[in-house]
């Protein structure tokens, strides 16, 4: 669940609401979130806030709904502070799926947050970023596993296209790394075709093996590169369609890639 500014009020409320008593269930836990004198408290729909503060094991209905340690410590006064702690406390709990791709180190690729998201998030400015970084999962593969994703999308694309406009490919990548490009079309003429894959971020900079590099000085005239690039969407897409690619560039490699 996205820590919008609605969802983080609503977490206060209900957290308030058991701060000294618990309740007998969801339903009367809801109301008496709702009976707060905030207009939010009856404006919001705090249901699923209130089954993710239980699935979490931020409350507990054992013996009446009751906080946990960590509920009960943001339930106490209605500032700021205490709405950027519930929203750090989703975030950690609840982590949206685009968040170990958008937090690299200490850089934040927004770019990579869905818009929507990203819209419900703007409250959270100026601390947003530090609040993103603070929840993020530490993985050392989380990139390498978003280029290999990228570039695997990137080739199939490519691929597809050449295949559709007759040009006979052969996907070489498949086969072995030694050949310096990832397709070979022998249409009317022979391509070579070293494929990258990226986002808006990335799109002016692109990486060359030591292999690739000499090949495409071999094969000045036939080495081409080629680069797609995918929208956002397309890093938590459990499919990727024509619809997450943005533009598709080719390149000749006779200036930068001649050893001048």
Excluded at 9 to 30: G, H, K, M, P
Excluded at 62 to 74: F, H, K, M, Y
Excluded at 143 to 153: E, K, N, W, Y
Aim: glycine content about 4%.
């Amino acid at each position: 669940m996205i820590p919008t500014h609605g969802s983080a009020t609503s977490a206060f409320l209900l957290a308030n609401a058991i701060r000294y008593e618990a309740q007998d269930d969801v339903c009367a836990w809801i109301r008496a979130a709702q009976s707060r004198s905030a207009f939010l408290a009856v404006a919001v729909d705090h249901k699923p806030v209130a089954e993710l503060l239980l699935r979490s094991g931020m409350a507990s209905a054992s013996d009446g709904i009751r906080p946990s340690a960590r509920l009960r410590a943001v339930s106490d006064h209605a500032d700021r502070a205490t709405l950027l702690a519930i929203a750090a406390m989703f975030l950690e709990i609840d982590p949206p799926s685009w968040l170990q791709l958008a937090v690299v180190g200490d850089e934040v690729r927004q770019e990579l947050i869905p818009s929507a998201d990203r819209d419900g998030l703007a409250w959270l400015e100026p601390e947003l970023e530090q609040i993103l970084r603070d929840a993020h999962p530490a993985s050392a593969q989380a990139s390498s596993v978003l280029a290999l994703g990228l570039g695997r999308a990137a080739e199939l694309v490519i691929f597809a296209a050449l295949d559709a406009n007759g040009a006979s490919p052969v996907h070489v990548a498949e086969i072995s790394d030694r050949f310096g490009y990832d397709i070979e079309s022998t249409g009317s003429s022979t391509s070579r075709w070293e494929v990258k894959g990226c986002t808006a971020l990335t799109a002016d900079r692109f990486h060359l093996t030591r292999n690739e590099y000499e090949v495409c000085r071999r094969y000045p005239d036939e080495w081409v590169l080629a680069q797609v690039q995918f929208n956002a969407a397309a890093l938590i897409a459990d499919e990727v369609s024509s619809t997450h690619i943005t533009v598709i560039r080719g390149s000749s490699p006779r200036t930068w890639c001649s050893g001048r």
